[in-house]
T-cell receptor
Framework: EADIYQTPRYLVIGTGKKITLECSQT?????MYWYQQDPGMELHLIHY???????EKGDLSSESTVSRIRTEHFPLTLESARPSHTSQYLC????????????FGPGTRLTVL | RKEVEQDPGPFNVPEGATVAFNCTYS??????FFWYRQDCRKEPKLLMS???SGNEDGRFTAQLNRASQYISLLIRDSKLSDSATYLC????????????FGQGTILTVHP
């Protein structure tokens, strides 16, 4: 089993609230990623990081922001949640020896009312 | 055009059947290829890498055709537990370490 954790697993919240989705890994991986996936749809990369203090936007535009202050921690923040943010958010990491194998966390299912 | 395209299915097959999934990719600079498996409401997990020479892992065989930019996955003797969504994944070129996922092919194996 991969050592990558996400909290909370489920979150139901009202419009306008600020939320932070936590992701942490204990594998020492330097690369971390956030994906967004709607039910039955494909994964879309929204943010990634190649190391501490490195963050980049992914292929899908997102109103969320991320930070990477520590190698093991890659939180995602929404300053003002909206119903359009309702989705599943999956965190992943990769590292040596194979950067191309990504290990995924269990995901956070976010519902914004 | 999507970078990675798969037949979404669903494929409904009986136990013991052989089923094949296809995938095409548009970026000729892609270097690495994978099949991931995603169970319902779960996270994706790596099923197998795909090598140019083709590779086999038990009942699963993956093949790559670089000239046609085509990847396949063959599952022999299907089990109920094979029911899942199979994701074709591509990476490489300038986006090293970034995976591009297909939309997935849904497989349901029934008794």
């Amino acid at each position: 089993e991969a050592d990558i954790y996400q909290t909370p697993r489920y979150l139901v919240i009202g419009t306008g609230k600020k939320i932070t989705l936590e992701c942490s890994q204990t594998m020492g991986h330097d690369k971390m990623y956030w994906y967004q996936q709607d039910p039955g749809m494909e994964l879309h990369l929204i943010h990634y990081s190649y190391g501490v203090n490195s963050t980049e936007k992914g292929d899908l535009s997102s109103e969320s922001t991320v930070s990477r202050i520590r190698t093991e921690h890659f939180p995602l923040t929404l300053e003002s949640a909206r119903p359009s943010h309702t989705s599943q958010y999956l965190c992943a990491s990769s590292g040596t020896p194979s950067y191309n194998e990504q290990f995924f966390g269990p995901g956070t299912r976010l519902t914004v009312l | 055009r999507k970078e990675v395209e798969q037949d979404p299915g669903p494929f409904n097959v009986p136990e013991g059947a052989t089923v094949a999934f296809n995938c095409t990719y548009s970026n000729s600079a892609s270097q690495s290829f994978f099949w991931y498996r995603q169970d319902c409401r779960k996270e994706p997990k790596l099923l197998m890498s795909v090598y140019s020479s083709g590779n086999e892992d038990g009942r699963f065989t993956a093949q790559l055709n670089r000239a046609s930019q085509y990847i396949s996955l063959l599952i022999r003797d299907s089990k109920l537990s094979d029911s899942a969504t199979y994701l074709c994944v591509v990476t490489g070129g300038i986006s090293y370490g970034k995976l591009t996922f297909g939309q997935g092919t849904i497989l349901t194996v029934h008794p």
